[in-house]
């Protein structure tokens, strides 16, 4: 079975701080993972995804997200924030053996305070 | 490249009334998907078409939904004799390949049961 965890449904950050967004994945088989932006009242918009080449995989606007298998952890983060940056961000898995299906996570919340 | 449309963006209806959603997918993708998404959690898999072809359909599909890709491009998700808790944000997606491609979203329709 295939599943996320996102630690911390709300994070706040100061404008030009480190974010850090955590997920976690359980999957019984090589995993695709997938990181997500919602702002508010739209639909969701890919930011980067893993899919077992580089374990360092970089996105849009500047955010990048590690692979490690051995904490099945793939945390997304961004040196700087922006204002901009506060929105929904959902972690999302699949795998050969979910179908064609993604899981996702049920989100964090991020606030930048300027 | 113009995107997943998806229309209406707002629908209330009352309970016991049926409605029906559209999704316009990028024309070049062959999948689509449906997902829900209710406050404070991530999307929720309803069903994946390829082509015209219904190939998964979730549990959460109950009896009163039906979807259709009837020439393989756009696609409409019915809801019948709505129920208040039918409420919820439906996301249409689409991709060009497998699971590895990650999706493209539209901005939802937001249905409002009263």
């Known amino acids: 079975a295939q599943s996320v965890t996102q630690l911390g449904s709300h994070v706040s950050v100061s404008e030009g701080a480190l974010v850090l967004l955590r997920c976690n994945y359980s999957?019984?088989?090589?995993?695709?993972l997938f990181w997500y932006v919602q702002y508010p009242n739209q639909g969701l918009q890919l930011l980067l995804k893993y899919t077992s080449a580089a374990t360092l995989v970089k996105g849009i606007n500047g955010f990048e997200a590690e692979f490690k298998k051995s904490e099945t952890s793939f945390h997304l983060t961004k040196p700087s924030a922006h204002m901009s940056d506060a929105a929904e961000y959902f972690c999302?898995?699949?795998?050969?053996?979910?179908?064609?299906?993604?899981?996702f996570g049920t989100g964090t919340s991020l606030t930048v305070i300027p | 490249d113009t995107g997943v449309s998806q229309n209406p963006r707002h629908k209330i209806t009352k309970r016991g009334q049926n409605v029906t959603f559209r999704c316009d997918p990028i024309?070049?993708?062959?999948?689509l998907y449906w997902y829900r998404q209710t406050l404070g959690q991530g999307p929720e898999f309803l069903t994946y078409?390829?082509?015209?072809?219904?190939?998964?359909k979730s549990r959460l599909l109950s009896d009163r939904f039906s979807a259709e890709r009837p020439k393989g491009s756009f696609s409409t998700l019915e809801i019948q004799r709505t129920e208040q808790g039918d409420s919820a944000m439906y996301l249409c997606?689409?991709?060009?390949?497998?699971?590895?491609?990650?999706?493209?979203f539209g901005s939802g329709t937001r249905l409002t049961v009263v």
């Open positions: 078409f390829q082509n015209e072809a219904q190939l998964e």
């Open positions: 997606a689409s991709s060009p390949g497998g699971r590895v491609d990650g999706y493209t």
């Open positions: 999957s019984s088989v090589p995993p695709y």
């Open positions: 024309s070049e993708h062959n999948r």
């Open positions: 999302a898995v699949s795998g050969s053996n979910t179908g064609n299906q993604f899981y």
